[in-house]
């Protein structure tokens, strides 16, 4: 079953961190641009950052510093270490795996930051 499963979210307090995982399976994510995004409730998704095959990464300025994507392409694993967390980072952030024939999302998992 070709699918990506976000697991690691939950309630922490403002200045705590939380690391994502997002497991791919059905696909290898090896030469993909593996990417997270976050949905706040009543927002639009919104993208938060990337890594690409070759392991550069971008990131929105509202989580620059604070937040780290990384991969582990033989795991088929990628990750976001979110550290400095704040009230307005809560959210559901979703995993997103990109190739030349598919764009591939997981059900997302919820992150609330407490003030």
Avoid: H
């Avoid at 976000?6 to 705590?16: D, F, I, P, R, Y």
């Avoid at 090896?30 to 990464?57: C, D, F, H, L």
């Avoid at 989580?63 to 809560?90: C, H, Q």
């Amino acid at each position: 079953q070709v699918q990506l499963v976000e697991s690691g979210g939950g309630l922490v307090q403002a200045g705590g961190s939380l690391t994502l995982s997002c497991a791919a399976s059905g696909i290898s994510i090896s030469i993909n641009t593996m990417g997270w995004y976050r949905q706040a409730p009543g927002k639009q998704r919104e993208w938060v950052t990337t890594i690409t095959s070759g392991g550069r990464t971008y990131y929105a300025d509202s989580v620059k510093g604070r937040f780290t994507i990384s991969r582990d392409n033989a795991k088929n694993m990628a990750y976001l270490r979110m550290n400095s967390l704040k009230p307005e980072d809560t959210a559901v952030y979703y995993c997103n795996s990109i190739s030349a024939s598919y764009n591939l999302w997981g059900q997302g998992t919820q992150v609330a930051v407490s003030s």
